[in-house]
């Protein structure tokens, strides 16, 4: 995006399909940051917002691995979806200090996956 920009070429179909994509996009990786800020708390929000973060990556690696997916690509399976899930797991192991918040961590990544992978497949 910032490369086409400076070229001059602003090409929304690349980025988002369309402005209003390209806004949602925008939209997406300012939530992301504010959940990345909230994780580096000490405290049970941050371990919410760890398992948010992680989880919010887990579903797109079950959507994009699995048949039937909005984002199904055939050749994302086995290597960079297992290398996408470890990513996700050092991710709350990085963010959290203790092992009681890694546990809470890893329990609601697992959960908000889970509910997001049956809604993307339920459209």
């Known amino acids: 995006m910032g490369g086409s920009a400076l070229r001059g070429d602003l090409n929304f179909e690349a980025i988002g399909g369309t402005s209003s994509g390209l806004n949602l996009v925008v939209g997406q990786l300012v939530a992301l940051g504010l959940l990345a800020y909230v994780s580096r708390r000490l405290d049970g929000w941050g371990d919410l917002g760890a398992g948010v973060v992680s989880g919010?990556?887990?579903?797109?690696?079950?959507?994009?691995a699995t048949p039937g997916g909005i984002d199904w690509?055939?050749?994302?399976?086995?290597?960079?979806?297992?290398?996408?899930?470890?990513?996700?797991?050092?991710?709350?192991?990085?963010?959290?200090?203790?092992?009681?918040?890694?546990?809470?961590?890893?329990?609601?990544?697992?959960?908000?996956?889970?509910?997001?992978?049956?809604?993307?497949?339920?459209?």
Do not use: N, Q
């Open 56 to 64: 919010l990556l887990l579903a797109d690696v079950i959507d994009r």
């Open 73 to 123: 690509e055939p050749a994302f399976w086995p290597v960079a979806a297992v290398a996408v899930t470890l990513l996700s797991v050092f991710v709350i192991f990085l963010l959290r200090r203790t092992t009681a918040g890694r546990v809470r961590a890893a329990a609601v990544a697992a959960v908000v996956a889970g509910l997001l992978t049956l809604a993307l497949h339920a459209l």
